[in-house]
């Protein structure tokens, strides 16, 4: 039989804990015998982010989503209904209500046979704040020489698409890779009589789309809607943002994935109201009837779908509510 004294705590020690305890004097750690010193930090902070990617399967692919940085647009650029509408919907979700912040979610997609990059990001201009051209850095991050990219899938040829293929100096950044892009946005964004041209605020638009792309011309091949151009890798026309705006539907194993490029630019304003406009839209109504379609197809198919310019890592699902739709972040992979 155990004695009362042999337990961890006898009566004699509770009853000492106790008087302790209500005597002022004292406090807890000097109770318990530790020093009263102000405590202090075991190290400096570290002051920076983990690395830039997020990796996953699909299906027997290999995913990798990487990042360009973050842009910030002003809340005008969502247009079509009034600001008190947009900020409404953005406080509802206890976003800012100033200003709009975007990710950059660029895909690599590792095949077997072929690694996939769809779009290039900003390269080096500064247009929508500070934070963005951090691709090259990215990739590094991620393990990946840009010299291994095979492919570039560009969705369409606006500054944040399109403009990191090559460096200022006019060197590629990916030397090796084969570019694909629907032949309608070529032409819109090539042609000196678009009319855009004469238009202050699409000028430096357009003149960055003809530098990246007029010297890449024998790298292009353009590609039509319902083309599986590579493999797994269907183009769907999603026109109205731009006049040649594509999204693809990446398929393998049975698993497809949907990446949405600038289908819509926010998982809430373009999702919950999908007829807001965006400013940069070439013909916002169109671009409204493209995001309704497909956001209309992917919630009633349930296959995920990756948002550009949605949170980080931008992957998860369209289900309808309402007459919009409500966007569900995908649980990340972090066992592969």
């Given at each position: 039989?155990?004695?009362?004294?042999?337990?961890?705590?006898?009566?004699?020690?509770l009853?000492?804990?106790?008087?302790?305890?209500?005597?002022p004097?004292?406090s807890?750690?000097?109770l318990?015998?530790?020093?009263?010193?102000?405590?202090?930090a075991a190290?400096?902070?570290?002051?920076?982010?983990a690395?830039?990617?997020?990796?996953?399967?699909?299906?027997?692919?290999e995913?990798?989503?990487?990042?360009d940085?973050?842009?910030n647009?002003p809340?005008?650029?969502?247009v079509?209904?009034?600001?008190?509408?947009v900020?409404?919907?953005?406080?509802n979700?206890?976003?800012?209500?100033?200003e709009?912040?975007?990710?950059?979610?660029?895909l690599?997609?590792?095949?077997?046979?072929?690694?996939?990059m769809?779009?290039?990001?900003?390269g080096?201009?500064?247009?929508?704040?500070?934070n963005?051209?951090?691709?090259?850095?990215s990739?590094?991050?991620a393990?990946?020489?840009?010299?291994?990219?095979?492919?570039?899938?560009?969705?369409?040829?606006?500054p944040?698409?399109?403009w990191?293929?090559?460096?200022?100096?006019?060197?590629?950044?990916?030397?090796n890779?084969?570019?694909?892009?629907?032949?309608?946005?070529?032409d819109f964004?090539?042609?000196?009589k678009?009319?855009?041209?004469?238009?202050?605020?699409?000028?430096?638009l357009i003149?960055?789309?003809?530098?990246?792309?007029?010297?890449?011309r024998?790298?292009?091949?353009?590609?039509?809607?319902?083309?599986?151009?590579?493999?797994?890798?269907q183009?769907?026309?999603?026109?109205?943002?731009?006049?040649?705006?594509?999204a693809?539907?990446?398929?393998?194993?049975?698993?497809?994935?949907?990446?949405?490029?600038?289908?819509?630019?926010?998982?809430?304003?373009?999702?919950?109201?999908?007829?807001?406009?965006f400013?940069?839209d070439?013909?916002?109504?169109?671009?409204?009837?493209?995001r309704?379609?497909?956001?209309?197809m992917?919630?009633?198919?349930?296959?995920?779908l990756?948002g550009?310019?949605?949170?980080?890592?931008?992957?998860?699902?369209?289900?309808?509510?309402?007459?919009?739709?409500r966007?569900?972040?995908?649980?990340?992979?972090?066992i592969l």
């Amino acid at each position: 039989m155990i004695r009362p004294e042999e337990l961890p705590i006898s009566r004699r020690n509770l009853l000492a804990l106790g008087a302790a305890m209500s005597a002022p004097v004292l406090s807890a750690p000097a109770l318990l015998g530790f020093s009263t010193s102000p405590a202090r930090a075991a190290a400096p902070t570290i002051g920076k982010q983990a690395p830039y990617f997020y990796r996953f399967k699909l299906g027997s692919f290999e995913a990798t989503v990487i990042s360009d940085g973050p842009l910030n647009l002003p809340l005008d650029a969502f247009v079509g209904v009034t600001k008190d509408v947009v900020q409404g919907l953005l406080t509802n979700h206890f976003l800012p209500k100033d200003e709009v912040s975007l990710e950059q979610n660029i895909l690599v997609l590792n095949t077997g046979t072929k690694l996939i990059m769809f779009d290039t990001g900003l390269g080096s201009t500064k247009l929508f704040g500070p934070n963005s051209g951090r691709l090259l850095n990215s990739l590094r991050e991620a393990g990946i020489d840009p010299k291994s990219i095979d492919a570039l899938v560009i969705s369409h040829a606006h500054p944040d698409h399109l403009w990191g293929i090559m460096a200022d100096d006019g060197k590629p950044n990916y030397p090796n890779a084969q570019i694909y892009l629907n032949q309608a946005d070529f032409d819109f964004w090539t042609d000196l009589k678009n009319p855009l041209f004469n238009d202050p605020n699409w000028k430096p638009l357009i003149e960055g789309a003809r530098k990246h792309l007029l010297p890449n011309r024998e790298r292009i091949v353009f590609i039509k809607d319902g083309q599986e151009f590579l493999p797994g890798v269907q183009a769907i026309a999603a026109p109205g943002h731009t006049v040649g705006h594509t999204a693809f539907m990446i398929t393998s194993g049975g698993k497809s994935l949907a990446f949405l490029a600038d289908t819509t630019h926010h998982p809430v304003l373009l999702f919950e109201n999908p007829r807001i406009e965006f400013v940069y839209d070439t013909d916002a109504k169109l671009s409204a009837k493209s995001r309704t379609r497909l956001l209309d197809m992917l919630a009633t198919s349930r296959v995920p779908l990756l948002g550009y310019h949605f949170p980080w890592p931008g992957i998860g699902y369209a289900a309808k509510a309402g007459e919009g739709f409500r966007y569900y972040p995908m649980q990340q992979q972090m066992i592969l």
